[in-house]
């Protein structure tokens, strides 16, 4: 299974971008993904999550209101569109999947594929 993240850029403060996910190698609608955050000097943090049925959605709290997770039909490519961006996001986004997986999906370890990061950029 391969995870390929893309979408991250330079965005001023209040403005929006939308971060794809892409999942090839195996069925891709048999998996949850979550998205990580990365900033610099800071610990990997948990952001967003979608059940591999897109049944349930789970946010960090510095994210609820602001980001949504969100996958296509065909289930290969998931979607986080963040809105409203604050200089705070400004970290390296991972996208990472587990088959089957409907808990914990706010804990790395959980997670048996991850991609390759995606740099997002929020200027004040």
């Known amino acids: 299974v391969q995870l390929q993240a893309s979408g991250g850029g330079l965005v001023q403060a209040g403005g929006s971008l939308r971060l794809s996910c892409a999942i090839s190698?195996?069925?891709?609608?048999?998996?949850?993904v979550g998205w990580f955050r990365q900033a610099p000097g800071k610990e990997r943090e948990f952001v967003a999550a979608?059940?591999?049925?897109?049944?349930?959605?789970y946010y960090a709290d510095s994210v609820k209101g602001r980001f949504t997770i969100s996958r296509d039909n065909a289930k290969t490519t998931n979607y986080l569109q963040m809105n409203s961006l604050k200089p705070e996001d400004t970290a390296v986004y991972y996208c990472?999947?587990?088959?089957?997986?409907?808990?914990?999906?706010?804990?790395?370890?959980?997670?048996?594929?991850w991609g390759q990061g995606t740099l997002v950029t929020v200027s004040s």
């Open positions: 990472a999947a587990k088959a089957f997986q409907k808990l914990a999906l706010g804990t790395e370890s959980v997670y048996d594929y």
């Open positions: 190698g195996r069925t891709s609608s048999y998996y949850s």
């Open positions: 979608i059940t591999w049925n897109g049944g349930n959605t």
